[in-house]
């Protein structure tokens, strides 16, 4: 057996693992700003090349810098540096970036040391911290986990390699005599293998805490502060979807050009039951002048303009039932909001806005680079939508919503054969309704888009269209009526994600409809479009649920992570405030409720043993004596067996560094005596200091066993470790004797 077991984990291996993390690490923050695009292909591979050869050890090496090499190329880059903000990049942050690169670079061609090896996992951090400022893509997160993994680990094995070195270098000290530094501490004589476990445990314990502490503390910090955005910051590179069919002025055709468009455009949480919800209309843009090719929006409220503030209240709540919902809206070309009819309350990060009180509609600031998070109220409609209140419309406004460009006559005469027998306004408008959700098709088709009349090509030669053209129809044919009326543009929600709880809109959702003035019930919504005969291949079932479980996780993070601001901020502790004390009241209740149970039965507890007390008399303090003393004595003894278990396992196996454990617990028998080894004697002469010749002689034994096993390179015997286990027991035996150690 070797005097000195084999490392649990070899200098070697912790320093090339150390490594490999680092170079590890280095290689995801510069993947992080390729994936926030925040490269140009050139820089992009002026950096790639030399990066990826640093990784090769023959080529770095036969590119080595050295330290003034280094240093020099860095101060010559600075020149460059200020070039490159003031004329090539043109921006403070790009050319900082390629600074860090250029900086990491010359970083992997030097020599490294452990402070080299930190500026480079600093870089890379710097790296990430960069890419999170320039990216709101949900693919950040995936890479940050795992650069923080990676990050952690790279710490873990710098520290265990920290104590590695640590423990070999004592154990050279020791090696060459220096053995007092263990005989004076006993509790840190080395135990081989265990010593090493004990290590690396006591790091992953310290690691595991630290981290717990600060995710806990990062936690309280994330909710703590809400986001801030602006200038460059709240810029990024992703898609701005394209909603030409929502502006003041649009061409006829342009929400079938968005209806062709997969991407989502918004994101909707509803607070209730899903079936009370769906089919609901998002209305965004209310048009009401028509050229025969373009509808655009003429008529206008007061505007009332909101430059801030936290929750803008529009109406009062009336009779009907309320709904709240939340809306996370991407990145797109337009300004208006989407919200349900009659809109009550709107709160969130839409600051400033305008809302048009003639049609509930709501502008806010452009937003092509980044998502808005509003909350908002409606009363939930009920067949009817009273847009404007008992639906008076003024002499002015009235004229706006019943004008018609120069038509085909045969619009008319098509609208009064349909409306024959109608008495009111409103059965006029649902047999318009219905004559077009029966007789024509929908079809995505353009097929009479550059017709000199679209509407009469598609009432009376190709019968087929989208919506657009649905909507288009029974507004022109109300108006030849004399019906006032006009098209809203916005989505139908049709898509639910049961894992995220919210409905998924997308570009093929967009939707147009029909408002008409009924003089019973004022605004009315008419939908005339037939639903569609085109079928969507169905997806797996497996598919679908990752795809759910993955857009789940993309509105977690919008919403809490990009999204969070002091509006979010506010309602979370709202909600907060209003669950704790729900959960406070139901403890509360519990414990009084657990309380009183505790009581009652203690009480009878109480009685009962009192009752058994008085009958058994004086054997009962007795029992309990004997009760108290048995138990101690059970647990002495499981105690010491459980010890005796332990060393003779030890012992079985050959483990020689018992003796030195067996040594380390006499001193520390001696000193809990009066007798501390002094530090300036060797284990031999310590052996002279006794007078009594009995624990003399015992003591000498058993230094001897332990100078064999620390200083001398042959073995100990399973023999001696069971003598030195022996020894010790017969010392102590003799002290309780009353032998005199001194």
Not at 711 to 724: L, N
Request: hydrophobic letters at 45%.
């Amino acid at each position: 057996m070797n005097m000195f077991r084999r490392p649990l984990f070899s200098q070697w291996t912790l320093d090339r693992f150390f490594h490999a993390l680092t170079y590890l690490l280095v290689t995801i923050g510069f993947s992080m700003l390729v994936l926030a695009e925040q490269l140009s292909a050139l820089v992009l591979w002026i950096f790639l090349l030399p990066f990826c050869a640093s990784f090769s050890s023959r080529l770095s090496q036969r590119f080595q810098l050295t330290v003034r090499q280094a240093n020099f190329l860095t101060w010559l880059y600075l020149p460059l540096f200020v070039a490159d903000m003031f004329l090539l990049s043109r921006s403070f942050v790009p050319a900082t970036l390629h600074l860090i690169l250029f900086v990491q670079l010359v970083k992997l061609y030097q020599p490294k040391g452990n402070r080299d090896y930190f500026y480079l996992i600093l870089l890379s951090f710097l790296q990430v911290l960069a890419a999170s400022s320039l990216t709101i893509n949900i693919s950040f997160f995936v890479g940050f986990l795992v650069f923080v993994l990676v990050c952690l680990a790279a710490l873990m094995s710098f520290e265990m390699k920290r104590a590695l070195q640590a423990s070999l270098s004592r154990s050279k000290g020791l090696a060459i005599g220096t053995e007092d530094a263990h005989i004076q501490q006993p509790a840190e004589l080395g135990l081989g293998l265990a010593e090493q476990r004990s290590a690396v445990g006591a790091i992953l314990l310290v690691s595991s805490a630290s981290l717990c502490i600060i995710s806990v503390l990062g936690t309280a910090l994330f909710f703590a502060i809400p986001r801030f955005g602006a200038g460059y910051f709240s810029r990024t590179l992703s898609k701005t979807l394209s909603l030409s069919g929502f502006s003041d002025r649009i061409r006829l055709g342009s929400i079938g050009i968005i209806q062709l468009d997969p991407s989502i455009v918004m994101r909707v949480r509803v607070n209730g039951d899903r079936k009370r919800f769906e089919g609901l209309k998002w209305r965004g843009v209310t048009l009401d002048h028509f050229d025969g090719r373009n509808w655009s929006k003429r008529v206008k409220g007061a505007p009332y303009s909101f430059p801030s503030g936290q929750v803008f209240k529009i109406r009062e709540p009336g009779p009907s039932a309320l709904v709240k919902y939340q809306v996370m809206l991407e990145p797109c070309s337009t300004s208006y909001l989407f919200t349900l009819d009659q809109i009550l309350t709107l709160r969130g990060n839409v600051y400033p806005f305008i809302y048009d009180p003639s049609d509930d509609s709501i502008i806010a600031r452009p937003h092509p680079f980044n998502r808005l998070t509003y909350q908002a109220d409606s009363a939930l409609p009920r067949g009817t939508v009273p847009v404007v209140e008992k639906a008076e419309i003024s002499f002015q406004v009235k004229p706006a919503y019943l004008q018609l460009p120069r038509l085909d006559k045969r619009i008319l005469d098509l609208a009064r054969s349909v409306t024959f027998g109608a008495q009111s306004l409103e059965e006029k408008a649902n047999k318009i309704e219905r004559h077009l959700q029966t007789n024509y098709r929908y079809s995505l088709e353009p097929s009479q888009l550059e017709q000199p009349q679209p509407i009469a090509t598609f009432l009376f030669e190709s019968k087929k269209g989208h919506c657009e053209y649905f909507a288009s129809a029974m507004v022109v044919m109300l108006r030849t009526l004399g019906i006032p009326s006009r098209i809203v543009n916005g989505f139908r929600a049709s898509e639910y994600n049961d894992i995220g709880g919210d409905y998924i809109i997308r570009g093929k959702d967009a939707h147009s409809w029909v408002e008409a003035q009924c003089l019973e019930h004022g605004w009315q919504t008419y939908d005339p479009t037939p639903s569609s005969s085109e079928t969507t291949t169905p997806r797996h079932p497996l598919l679908t649920t990752i795809n759910n479980y993955l857009d789940a996780f993309e509105l977690f993070w919008g919403e809490w992570v990009l999204g969070y601001d002091e509006v979010s901020q506010i309602s979370l502790f709202r909600d907060l405030q209003e669950k704790v004390t729900r959960w406070a009241d139901q403890g509360r209740r519990q414990f009084y409720k657990g309380a009183i149970g505790i009581q009652e039965a203690l009480f009878a507890g109480s009685r009962g043993i009192i009752g058994f007390a008085r009958q058994a008399g004086w054997k009962f303090p007795c029992l309990c004596a004997v009760l108290g003393v048995g138990g101690w004595l059970a647990l002495r003894l499981y105690n010491g067996l459980k010890r005796q278990l332990l060393v003779k396992n030890a012992i079985r196996k050959g483990d020689g560094t018992l003796a030195l454990h067996f040594y380390g617990e006499m001193l520390i028998f001696f000193r809990s005596k009066g007798k501390a080894k002094p530090k300036n004697l060797t284990p031999n002469e310590f052996v002279e200091t006794f007078t009594n010749q009995l624990i003399r002689g015992e003591v000498e034994r058993l230094t001897r066993i332990y100078n064999a096993m620390r200083f001398s390179k042959s073995c100990v015997s399973k023999d001696q470790i069971q003598q030195a286990h022996w020894i010790l027991s017969e010392i102590k035996k003799l002290s309780k004797k009353g032998e005199a150690i001194f």
